[in-house]
């Protein structure tokens, strides 16, 4: 049994990226079979206006099953957004953890094509016809689907006055609003007194 190797180092494609995994080898083993990879700093552009503000990074699992591989994540990485309450820039940690059946094109024994089961989803993962499985793909979907809708510069982020349109921040507060008649008086009575300190002494 193979599974139990460690695979640190990994495998580099004729298209150097490193979520680009070739994996005619562990196809040639029996089911069970796995391999475990890190993945560090990837840069990577989610398309449809997204940014992300880190790289990702986690761990890569890949199963032999008897229909192909099983891959499974725990990638982490943040995606940049504007705070749905205060309109500031808002950053929201991501999590990517697939677990997702991807079937060879080719059979890697034969070089024959697979052809999907009758009733399989056509939208299955596959990999490619050189046994190279495409990760970014899975990963751009995966943070498609986990873009925020309403995401928040913090958890409890007071969101804008309605007043006068400024961030709530604590004591945030307007002189005019609402006046309760005895506070009229005071005020009236504070304002006499500041006019005093004004006029010139002696
Ligand atoms: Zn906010
Ligand atoms: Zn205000």
């Given at each position: ?99 997702e059946e991807v079937l060879p ?98």
């Amino acid at each position: 049994m193979s599974a139990g190797d460690p695979h640190p180092s990994h495998p580099v494609d004729a298209h150097g990226d490193p979520l680009t995994f070739n994996v005619a080898g562990l196809l040639a083993e029996p089911a069970g079979a796995a391999r475990e990879y890190r993945v560090e700093d990837v840069a990577v552009d989610p398309g449809d206006g997204m940014v992300l503000t880190r790289p990702v990074s986690g761990g890569v699992r890949l199963l032999r099953t008897n229909r192909g591989l099983v891959v499974a994540t725990d990638l982490r990485t943040a995606i940049a957004g504007e705070c749905a309450r205060c309109l500031r820039p808002a950053v929201t940690e991501l999590r990517i953890r697939l677990e997702e059946e991807v079937l060879p094109s080719i059979d890697v024994l034969t070089g024959a094509p697979v052809e999907l089961a009758e009733g399989e989803d056509p939208e299955t993962p596959r990999l490619s016809d050189h046994h190279e499985l495409d990760l970014r793909t899975l990963v751009v979907e995966a943070i498609s689907l986990q873009e925020p809708i309403a995401p928040l510069c913090e958890p409890d982020c007071p969101g804008l006055c309605e007043e006068c349109g400024a961030r709530l921040e604590p004591g945030h507060a307007h002189g005019d609003a609402p006046i309760d008649p005895r506070l009229e008086a005071l005020r009236a009575f504070r304002s006499a007194a500041d006019a005093d300190a004004d006029e010139p002494t002696g």
